[in-house]
Structures are given as C-alpha cells and as structure tokens.
C-alpha cells in the first residue's frame, strides 16, 4: 500500500496520434493531471517541503508562506497538511473559484491580490513580520531538482532515451530547469523547448516575467528555443485536446502542445521522420470549469 506522497510522479504518456498530422514525428504527452494533486507542481512541492525539513527551518510556530498562480499552491496545501504545518498561499484575484476551495479543503488560509507580483511582495512582505517561512519557488533549487530528479528520468526511461525533443510551458521554470539537466546529460542533442505567452496574451501557468521578477532558478542556456503561444491559440488547443484527444487540461496544456504541434509541423517540412517530441500536460481541466475556457 503506497503513501500519497509515493504517488507522486511516474506520470503515464499518451500519444496525441489525432491532432498530430505527422505519422513519422511523434508526440507524447505527459500526464501530470495524474498526481494525487492533480498537477506537476507536486514534484516541485514535495520537494521544498521535504528540504525545508531536512534543512530543519520548519519549526514548530513556523508558519509556511507561498505566492502561487494556483497549482503549486493546491501541492503545498496538501502535502503541508500531511506534516501538520500551517501554511498561508497568496494568488491573483482572478484564480478560478475552484482553486481558492481546494486549497482552502487541505486547511490552507488563503488571501487573494490583484497580481501575481503583488502576490509575491506581499509573501516576502510575511516573512519580513516574522514566523514565516517562504519556500520561494522562483528562486529555490528543491524545485528544478524535483524535475532533475523525477520527470527527466520519467521521459528517459518512458521513450527508451529515443525522446528528440522535449516542450514545456514556462512559469516558475522548475519544470524545464530540472527537465533539461537531465535530458542533456543523457544526450546534449535533446532539443529542450520553452512556451511563453505572446505580448498581452493572459495564460495561467504561463509568464513572461518583467526583469525584477524573473525566477532566479532560471539559466537561459538550459533551453535552446522558446515558441510564443496566443490566447486563443492557448484556448483552442486546450479544447482540441479535450474533445479530439480526449485530455481534459488547463490552459497551459494547450499552450505547450500547441508549440509542440508547430514544432512537428517545422520538423515534417524539414523532412525529419525519426523525431519524438515529449510535452507537458500540466494539470487537469476542472480546475477550469467555472472560467469560460470550456464555455
């Protein structure tokens, strides 16, 4: 009998055959919607907590801080939970309805800001109060060694070390961060593939951040391209996904299986035939009901 936290990770990979055009390039995508939390982000929240533990900075009257977009958040609120630990998460007013009650179900204090930069000044705002610890996933290492340790190898071993390419949609980076070193260090050939929204393009799960607040977890050189992704490109794809594919995701999702669809198009009219391209799922899609992303 496994543990929830045993449960995290060892996603399964699905291939979109259906809205993939190109029989010869292949593309697999990687469940994340399966943890027990419902999203990536576990790997990155199981991991700060247990360093946080073993580093010995949670302590008893030591509440945990975090601003989050939302599924981190939902990580830490469930596995803080497993250790007894208080936590208190601060996210953009505009969360989905959903969000906000899941974490507040695992017994997290939840306070809403109008952005997710005040939402980070206000958790450092906390700390500087005292009796709060920030696990900061923009700037803590627990979080790409999550991927270092887990999603990388996940691939590696799920294609047989045939993966080509790997895409993923970039927020706080963990994921391609730790994804990346891995990947190249198996063959420096991977091509690793960062999604960011286009300018005044609003998707959850996905920024791109103004200078000040870039992650500090973040090395450029880690990622050989990035493909900009609309909105409505964002939005499209997602529900393609659902109702072609049958993979009900969040918009992030969409986002980066829409670059990785325009990669497979570029590598098919480029006459590649031996390509496998690996893409994120993020999180599930009834963390979006309540928004018009469906309607």
Known sequence: MATLLELVGNTPMVELSRLNPHPSIRILAKLEGNNPGGSVKDRAAASMIQGALDRGEIKPGIKLVEATSGNTGIALAMIARLYDVP???????????????????????????????????????????????????????????????????????????????????????????GTSRYLKEQNPDVQ???????????????????????????????????????????????????????????MSSGGSTWAALQLANELAAEGVTDALIVCIICDRGDRYLSSDLFG
Not at 125 to 138: C, D, T
Not at 200 to 222: A, C
């Open 192 to 250: 690793i593939v960062g999604c960011q929204p286009t300018d005044g393009s609003s998707i959850p799960g996905i920024r791109k951040w103004p200078v000040e607040y870039l992650p500090k977890i973040f090395e450029p050189t880690r990622v050989d391209r990035v493909i900009e992704v609309s909105e409505e490109q964002a939005v499209a794809t997602t529900r393609q996904l659902a109702s072609v594919e049958g993979v009900f995701a969040g």
């Open 87 to 177: 936590i208190e998460l601060v996210m953009p007013a505009n969360s989905t309805r959903e969000r906000v009650l899941t974490m507040e179900a695992f017994g997290a204090t939840v306070i809403l800001t109008e952005t997710i930069e005040a939402a980070r000044d206000y958790a450092e705002a906390q700390v500087a109060k005292g009796g709060y610890l920030l696990l900061n996933q923009f700037a803590n290492p627990d979080n790409y060694m999550a991927h270092y340790r887990t999603t990388g190898p996940e691939i590696w071993r799920d294609t047989n070390g045939t993966v080509t390419h790997f895409v993923s949609s970039m927020g706080t980076t963990g994921t391609i961060m």
